[in-house]
């Protein structure tokens, strides 16, 4: 029964157990429906979706309630067509025209245009999230989000100026900032989420993991580089103007390209340890009342758990997203801990209006994760 | 009694109730036994994560945070049975063809709206832009031709000169927007027009031409596709399906998106050929109009598709394979080509040739002699070898890039 894994202390147990094989079928009805329906399946697919990784998600035993449906998605859909994909439709058609003449007003407009994407783009991220959070339950208790998702919006693009004009410096600040916004934001039931976390604390191990990752993308280009000028393979003739695609030309394209992959790849490793330590560090900074939130994520299965749903989903041709969505729910929970305790009895039920609609923008956009 | 759990959606406590199924309704009581609530089995509704365990059931009720956990399998049973709703929903394969079916017909319905209504769509759209608005706009195109080297100067004159009389002689009389015509440097058989009147031949095209018809021929069907404005009704279409395909598969996971989006494509391109349709249409009309004989498009649309066929057939030679007897282009090529296939046009200009002896040449001997000298000879050299050369054009006089050069590149 449900109190069984009640852990001694007040603290919360966390449990995931999707699997897979168990949505196959699934995945494959989603796809051919959306296909047939030009797509407009793609909010009962998620529906669909979102319930099973909900149901086996256990806080304490208890499974968490998915009550959000297709409709709802459908008529977000519809409204943010209306209110904005329409108007931005016209926008590109003048910007397209006028694209071509490189008038100094159609910079203007181009600016202005980049900035009010970052804007809405945010906004429907954190509208997106808020519906999200009010369609879930647990124990009958709902979650929420409060705060405005235009300010979260113009906060993100401003943020996004002084990253710009910091060359990178403030990207830690940014992400403290935004993520601090939208979970203490963030409601079970009448408890507000807490999060104390600052920008100061990731600058010095971003600062470090960037040279790092370029040192090693460096580094392993020219150790690449050396290793195929030893081999012979770096220098055979090429006339640009006349390519002969003979099997020493192809050899030293495929060494060339073959070589900067490998260095990307070998920096994008170095940056998971970042990638994994922020993660860490965020979640540890959660809390909710005398609970504090504890993430176990290292650096190698986070590559692991990403590099593999991306082949999952380029190999699959997309079919097999709902793998990668099971992949990453089961790798969160699994490393999810708590400390302290937390009163659950006296969680009350949120009074927040639940919202109508909020996923229309972040659909649209193609910005949604789940 | 069964041992169930009450989650009242007031507070996340767990609240151990007794469950009994009494009458129409579900009768809830406390540990020490006084009712706690009565759900009526037709308010019962059954929660996203009903069978998240085994063994249990979980209902929740109407207009309520409410959440029952009952984990009797009698109870469970009894209360599937009396309250249908609260069964698991059934998913047959039966159920999925359903499904499908309908939204295959609902999407094929919103296709062929699109399909068909864009184009009526986008005609009117284009009449509300001015043309003013166009003529800046094919200028601005206009300015990235020009950078292809054109054929002027003084030998080019009187052909240019002779070019542009025929032109205005095959222009239809309501039209009172200036029509430029450039020839450029490139050895494609091509002729194009561009938004405002541009209208741009290349030194392929007059080479390939054998008599005057034949060149009127291609300059009516262009000048078609100036006086209806197609260059901006395709692209006012052509964004129009992209933009709207866009918002609507704007979330979709990838594949299925990419599906539509090649329809999409094959929409567009079936629209193209509807207009190039159209410009043979009013270029026949130009030709009639101006007592030019039609026959001459004729036969230079047999010559391409004559020299695209040998093409074909070198190519599978090429690659091995037995050229086909066919003289049609495949269904695929057919379906891909922007054009419609060149007999069919033929056929369609030769059609209306017949009935009239009162035709006059497009160009005089002269000035056709005069329109062949426009574009003058190019310096043939055989390949350089690689290894030579130090990368400077030594072809004298038009500094053509190095890739104007005839090149040879070896399939792998």
Redesign the interface.
């Known amino acids: 029964?449900?109190?069984d894994a009640t852990q001694a202390g007040g603290g919360l147990v966390f449990g995931q157990t999707a699997r897979a094989r168990d949505i196959v079928g699934l995945a494959f009805?989603n796809?051919?429906?959306?296909?047939?329906?030009?797509?407009?399946?793609?909010f009962w697919a998620r529906t669909r979706v979102r319930?099973y990784l909900?149901?086996?998600t256990?806080i304490d035993g208890?499974?968490?309630?998915?009550?959000g449906r297709g409709s709802e998605l459908l008529l977000s859909?519809a409204g943010a067509?209306v209110v904005f994909?329409?108007p931005?439709?016209f926008v590109?058609?003048y910007v397209?025209?006028g694209a071509?003449?490189m008038q100094e007003e159609t910079l203007y407009v181009i600016a202005a245009a980049y900035a009010v994407m970052t804007v809405v783009g945010n906004f429907g991220v954190y509208a997106a999230r808020g519906y999200l959070l009010s369609r879930s339950?647990?124990?009958?208790?709902?979650f929420g989000q409060s705060g405005s998702g235009i300010a979260y919006g113009l906060l993100a693009l401003l943020y996004l100026v002084l990253c710009v004009l910091t060359l990178g410096l403030f990207v830690p600040y940014m992400t403290a900032r935004l993520t601090g916004r939208k979970r203490r934001n963030t409601w079970l039931?009448d408890r507000r989420f807490d999060f104390d976390g600052k920008g100061g604390d990731l600058f010095w191990p971003y600062l470090l993991s960037v040279l790092a990752s370029v040192g090693a993308t460096f580094v392993a280009l020219q150790v690449l580089f050396g290793l195929l000028t030893a081999a012979g393979l770096a220098t055979p003739?090429i006339?640009p103007?006349?390519?002969?695609?003979?099997r020493e030309t192809?050899l030293f394209l495929a060494a060339v390209y073959g070589t900067m992959i490998a260095s990307l790849m070998l920096g994008s490793l170095v940056w998971y340890f970042y990638r994994a330590f922020e993660m860490n560090y965020l979640a540890g900074r959660t809390s909710l009342g005398g609970l504090r939130f504890r993430l176990k994520a290292t650096a190698l299965s986070l590559a692991w758990l990403e590099i593999g749903n991306f082949f999952i989903?380029v190999l699959t041709?997309?079919?097999g997203?709902p793998f990668a969505q099971v992949r990453t729910m089961r790798y969160v929970f699994h490393r999810l801990e708590t400390e302290g305790a937390l009163d659950?009895?006296?969680?009350?039920?949120g009074r927040e209006r639940v919202p109508f609609v909020g996923e229309g923008i972040?659909?649209?956009?193609?910005l949604?994760q789940i | 009694m069964s041992?169930a759990?009450l989650?009242?959606?007031?507070?996340?406590?767990?609240r151990p109730v007794a469950v009994r199924l009494v009458g129409g309704r579900l009768e809830i009581s406390a540990e020490d036994g006084h009712v706690v609530a009565e759900w009526p089995l037709e308010s019962l509704v059954r929660?996203?994560?009903a069978?998240?365990?085994a063994g249990e059931l979980?209902v929740g009720l109407k207009r309520s945070?409410?959440?029952l956990?009952i984990?009797d399998e009698e109870l469970i049973a009894a209360l599937l049975a009396a309250a249908p709703q609260l069964a698991p929903p059934r998913r047959t394969f039966g159920g999925?063809l359903l499904?499908?079916s309908v939204?295959?017909f609902?999407?094929g319905a919103?296709?062929a709206a699109v399909f068909y209504g864009m184009p009526l769509v986008a005609g009117p759209v284009v009449k509300i832009i001015p043309y003013s608005?166009e003529e800046?706009?094919g200028a601005?195109?206009a300015e990235v031709y020009s950078r292809i080297p054109a054929c002027e100067g003084p030998r080019a004159e009187a052909g240019l000169a002779a070019l542009d009389r025929l032109v205005a002689r095959l222009t239809p009389p309501d039209w009172d927007h200036p029509i430029v015509l450039r020839v450029i440097r490139n050895r494609e058989v091509n002729a194009f027009a561009l938004p405002g009147g541009h209208l741009i031949a290349t030194e392929g095209l007059l080479a390939f031409v054998e008599d005057g018809d034949e060149l009127a021929g291609v300059l009516a069907h262009e000048l078609g596709h100036v006086t209806r404005r197609h260059v901006m009704v395709n692209l006012?279409q052509q964004?129009?399906v992209l933009?709207?395909v866009d918002?609507?598969?704007?979330?979709?996971?990838?594949?299925?998106?990419a599906?539509?989006q090649m329809a999409v494509t094959y929409v567009g391109l079936r629209y193209t050929r509807h207009l190039e349709e159209e410009a043979d249409r009013e270029g026949i009309a130009n030709l009639l109009r101006a007592d030019i004989d039609p026959s001459g498009i004729a036969r230079l649309f047999d010559r391409l598709e004559k020299k695209a066929a040998e093409q074909r057939a070198k190519e599978a030679q090429e690659a091995g394979r037995e050229p086909s007897e066919q003289k049609r282009p495949s269904a695929i090529d057919d379906l891909l080509s922007t054009h419609p296939y060149g007999g069919d046009r033929a056929l369609i200009a030769r059609e209306a040739a017949k009935g009239r002896t009162d035709y006059k040449p497009a160009l005089t001997a002269d000035e056709f002699k005069a329109v062949k000298a426009i574009c003058p000879p190019r310096n043939r050299r055989p390949?350089?070898p690689?290894?030579e050369g130090d990368?400077k054009d030594e072809n004298p006089g038009y500094n053509l890039p190095?890739?104007a050069?005839e090149?040879?590149?070896?399939?792998?």
Do not use: C
Request: proline content about 4%.
């Open positions: 029964m449900a109190e009805a796809f051919l429906l959306s296909l047939v329906s030009l797509t407009v399946y793609r319930r909900w149901r086996k256990t208890e499974p968490l309630d998915y009550a859909f067509t994909f329409i931005l439709a590109n058609l397209g025209f071509q003449s339950r647990w124990r009958g208790i709902r039931g003739e006339d103007d006349n390519v002969v695609f003979d192809v989903i041709l997309t079919i997203l659950i009895d006296s969680i009350g039920q972040a659909d649209g956009l193609g949604l | 041992g759990i989650y009242d959606g007031e507070t996340a406590k767990a929660p996203a994560h069978a998240a365990h979980r945070q409410a959440l956990v984990a999925l499904k499908t939204f295959s609902l999407s919103l296709f608005a800046r706009f601005d195109m006012v964004m129009g933009v709207l918002s609507l598969t704007g979330g979709s996971a990838g594949a299925s998106g599906v539509v390949p350089s690689p290894s990368g190095p890739r050069r090149v040879e590149v070896i399939r792998l």
